[in-house]
C-alpha cells in the first residue's frame, strides 16, 4: 500500500527532516510527548482558513454548525472569522454564549427544543430559531405570552431528498424525523401558522438534506425542489444546511466549499429563487484540520487470520467507524512516507469488539508497540461525539499555529469522571 495521501493532512502539515511530520510547525512526536495521547491537533490556520472560504462562497449569513467540534475556543474563531454559529441543544447555546459570539449571530436548532432551551433562545434574543415541529411552535406562543420577544423563525423544511450517504446521515428522506414535510403539505401548513402568529417573525425556509454528501447534484436537486414552495411563501432567507461530504480515506475526493457555494448560488438562480441564500457547514470547516494522536500498546498477531494494533484510545474518542462504519487511515509521524504494506486492525482499548477504528488499516512493515499513530480527518464528530466509556478520560484539544501549541481543552481527570457521583469521598489515587 502506497504511503499515506499529503492531501488528508491538515494544510499547515509538512514532512520535514527525517520524514517526521510537523503541523504548523510543531513536530507531532513532540506534541504527543508534552501533551500525552490520545491527543486532538488542530491547524488553527486550516480553520480560519475554511471559515474564511465559506463567508467568501455564502456571504455574511453563513454559519458553522457547532455540533462538528465545539468548544470556546472554535466558537471565538468561527465568530472571529465572520461565522454565524448554528447550535442544536441548551449546552451549544451556553457554550457559544460563553465564547461571547453575539446572540444575534446565534441560530437555534433542535428537532425538540424544550421549554427551557427556547426560553434561553428567546431571553438572549437569538438571531434565528429554526422551527421543527408544531409543538415547538407551541411552545414558543407560550413563552412570549409570558412576556418574553418574539424571535425570528425559520421553517425547516424536508424536501424529500434522499442524499446517498449513510442512513443515519440522511436528513431530508420523506421519512426523516427532522422539519415538516414538503410533499405532505406540512410545509405550508407551518408556513401559515408561523406568518400568521403573533408570536414570531417568518423569515424563511431551511433544508438539510443529510452529511456526508458527496454530489453537489443532491444539493442542486434540494433547491430546485424548494425553489417554487420559496417564491410561493415570499421566503426572505433561504438556508441549504450543511453536509458537505470530505475525504476520508485515500482515493476519495470531495468538492471544495467554493465548489459547493458556487453550485447552490447557481442552482438558486436558475430556480428564481430571490432569496438569501444562507448555509450551515460543519463537517468540511472542521474535519480536514485535525490529526489524532495515538499510542500503539499491544500488537497481536492471531496466526493465519489477522493482526490487532491496539491504541490507547477508540470508540470514545472517535465514535464514527462503530456508527457509520466510516473508514480512515493510519501512517507513523516518525516516517510519514514510508510505504504501509502491512495490513492490521486498529483497535482501541475498550470492551467491545465493535471498538474498531480501521477494520483494514495499511501500516509501515516496522510499526510496533510504543509507536506515536496517527490517524488524519478527525477533526469533526470526534471530541464533539466523545465518551467517557470504561471511565476513560477524554483526550485534550491542542491548537496549533506558527510553531506554537496551545491546550484549548484539557485532558479529563478521574476528578471530572467522579465529580456527579454524590456522597463518595475525595478520591485519594
Ligand atoms: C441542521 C444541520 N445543519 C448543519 C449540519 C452540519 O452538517 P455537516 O457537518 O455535515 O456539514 C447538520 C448536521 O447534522 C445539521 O443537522
Known sequence: MRPID??????????????????????ALELATEFGTPLFVYDEDHLRARCREAVAGFGDGVAYAAKAFLCTAMARLAHEEGMQLDVATGGELRMALLADVPPDRLILHGNNKS????????????????????????????????????PTVLIRVNPGIDAHTHEYLRTGAVDSKFGFGLAAGAAAQAVERASRSPAMHFKGVHAHIGSQVFETSF??????????FVGLV????????????????????????????????AACSAAGIEARLLAEPGRSIVAAAAVTLYTVGTIKELAGVRTYVAVDG???????????????????????????????????????????????????????????????????????????????????VVFVRDGKARVVVRRETYEDLFARDEGVPEPEF
Open 234 to 265: 415570499e421566503a426572505e432567507e433561504l438556508s441549504i444546511g450543511g453536509g458537505l461530504g470530505v475525504a476520508y480515506v485515500d482515493g476519495e475526493s470531495a468538492p471544495t466549499i467554493t465548489e459547493w457555494a458556487a453550485t447552490v448560488r
Open 6 to 27: 499529503p492531501g488528508l493532512l491538515p494544510d499547515g502539515a509538512v514532512i520535514g527532516s527525517e520524514d517526521r511530520l510537523s503541523i504548523a510547525g510543531c513536530q
Open 219 to 228: 444539493f442542486e436537486r434540494a433547491v430546485s425542489t424548494l425553489g417554487p
Open 115 to 150: 421549554i427551557a432551551e427556547l426560553r434561553l433562545g428567546l431571553e438572549v434574543g437569538v438571531g434565528r430559531i429554526v422551527i421543527d415541529s408544531f409543538d415547538e411552535m407551541d411552545r414558543i406562543e407560550g413563552l412570549v405570552a409570558e412576556g418574553l420577544p418574539p
Open 314 to 396: 477508540g470508540m470514545s474518542d472517535n465514535p464514527r467507524p462503530v456508527l457509520y462504519g466510516s473508514g480512515y487511515e493510519a501512517f507513523l509521524p516518525r516516517a510519514v512516507t514510508a510505504e504501509r504494506p502491512r495490513m492490521v486492525r486498529i483497535v482501541g482499548k475498550h470492551c467491545e469488539s465493535g471498538d474498531v477504528i480501521i477494520r483494514n488499516g495499511a501500516v509501515p512493515a516496522d510499526l510496533e508497540v510504543g509507536d506515536v499513530l496517527c490517524t488524519p480527518v478527525t477533526g469533526a464528530y470526534g471530541h464533539a461525539m466523545g465518551s467517557n466509556y470504561n471511565m476513560v478520560r477524554r483526550p485534550p
